[in-house]
């Protein structure tokens, strides 16, 4: 949304200034308590002029909270994103600069970094939640409801009961069909293990404080933190040389450089995925 017609045409998608600006009043006119707008950087033809252009036009309506997302180009994937013309990518580079330069634009204009991309006014729920120490952050975001099930509704949504996630097929056909024999539209689920639960307590807490104390977990799972995750803290040294972190025996405090860049430190506490260390570009 709020994207210059040369960037809109690239991606193939057309939405005027003055059709978001509708949604934006009439959900204030309902009376919706905080407004979000979510911005992607990383489209192609997108330089740091132009994206700050878009924010100078997002920051004159006030919304509540910003969502800045990182484009995910993979047209081997999305058949839709075959149509966009690779030579037209911004570098990892100039990414890089248009999320620094929006960091430092939304924190002069009084909004409070609330991780991974997110930011609130200061007397948002987020960012008094973040203040208060009960901010939560589920697979759909973050939240001032903590450990709550989620219903997903629709093709490929995600749903949580209790320990279990579920997601919807893929199909809409399949979904239609599945829905009329009045049977679940699932395709696959997980039931986390202790180690799951463990792992998802660590992280939940740094994406959401930017601290970790050590002895917090292993009181409430019964575990030794320093020889439970040995590997992992041996992979977490580099960002501290790299001033990202501060590592010590009582537990993990993540420093202003690392914050936006929490998301990888937070990769390195998930077992799941097949390299644990990645360039920070890959996720910017």
Same mark, same amino acid.
């Given at each position: 949304?709020?994207?210059?017609?040369?960037?809109?045409?690239?991606?193939?998608?057309?939405?005027?200034?003055?059709?978001?600006?509708?949604?934006l009043a009439a959900a204030r006119a309902e009376g919706f308590r905080s407004t979000n707008i979510d911005l992607i950087y990383g489209l192609p033809?997108?330089?740091?002029?132009?994206?700050?252009?878009?924010?100078?036009?997002?920051?004159?309506?006030?919304?509540?909270?910003?969502?800045?997302?990182?484009?995910?180009?993979?047209?081997?994937?999305?058949?839709?994103?075959?149509?966009?013309?690779?030579?037209?990518?911004?570098?990892?580079?100039?990414?890089?600069?248009?999320?620094?330069?929006?960091?430092?634009?939304?924190?002069?204009?009084?909004?409070?970094?609330?991780?991974?991309?997110?930011?609130?006014?200061?007397?948002?729920?987020?960012?008094?939640?973040?203040?208060?120490?009960?901010?939560?952050?589920?697979?759909?975001?973050?939240?001032?409801?903590?450990?709550?099930?989620?219903?997903?509704?629709?093709?490929?949504?995600?749903?949580?009961?209790?320990?279990?996630?579920?997601?919807?097929?893929?199909?809409?056909?399949?979904?239609?069909?599945?829905?009329?024999?009045?049977?679940?539209?699932?395709?696959?689920?997980?039931?986390?293990?202790?180690?799951?639960?463990?792992? !998802?307590?660590? /992280?939940?807490?740094?994406?959401?404080? #930017?601290?970790?104390?050590? &002895?917090?977990?292993? $009181? @409430? *799972?019964?575990?030794?933190?320093?020889?439970?995750?040995?590997?992992?803290?041996?992979?977490?040294?580099?960002?501290?040389?790299?001033?990202?972190?501060?590592?010590?025996?009582?537990?993990?405090?993540?420093?202003?450089?690392? !914050?936006?860049? /929490?998301?990888?430190?937070?990769?390195? #506490?998930?077992?799941?995925? &097949?390299?644990?260390? $990645? @360039? *920070?570009?890959?996720?910017?």
């Amino acid at each position: 949304m709020f994207l210059l017609p040369a960037v809109q045409k690239a991606v193939n998608r057309l939405q005027s200034e003055e059709q978001t600006f509708a949604v934006l009043a009439a959900a204030r006119a309902e009376g919706f308590r905080s407004t979000n707008i979510d911005l992607i950087y990383g489209l192609p033809l997108q330089t740091v002029e132009s994206f700050a252009l878009t924010l100078d036009k997002i920051l004159a309506v006030e919304p509540d909270r910003f969502s800045i997302f990182n484009y995910a180009h993979m047209p081997n994937r999305f058949k839709t994103q075959r149509q966009i013309n690779d030579a037209d990518m911004p570098t990892s580079e100039v990414k890089l600069a248009i999320l620094q330069m929006v960091g430092q634009r939304l924190t002069d204009a009084g909004y409070v970094y609330i991780g991974m991309d997110h930011f609130a006014k200061p007397d948002d729920e987020l960012a008094v939640a973040q203040r208060e120490g009960h901010l939560y952050r589920n697979f759909q975001g973050y939240s001032t409801h903590s450990d709550c099930d989620l219903v997903g509704l629709g093709i490929t949504s995600i749903g949580r009961v209790g320990d279990a996630y579920i997601q919807n097929v893929k199909e809409l056909d399949q979904y239609d069909q599945l829905i009329s024999q009045n049977k679940l539209p699932v395709f696959k689920g997980v039931e986390l293990n202790d180690d799951d639960k463990l792992r !998802r307590a660590v /992280i939940t807490q740094l994406i959401c404080h #930017f601290e970790l104390n050590f &002895a917090v977990i292993e $009181q @409430q *799972f019964g575990i030794d933190f320093a020889g439970y995750f040995t590997a992992e803290l041996n992979n977490l040294a580099p960002m501290q040389t790299d001033g990202l972190l501060i590592l010590s025996k009582e537990g993990i405090s993540v420093l202003s450089a690392g !914050r936006l860049l /929490i998301r990888n430190i937070c990769m390195v #506490f998930d077992k799941y995925l &097949a390299q644990k260390q $990645q @360039q *920070f570009s890959k996720v910017i």
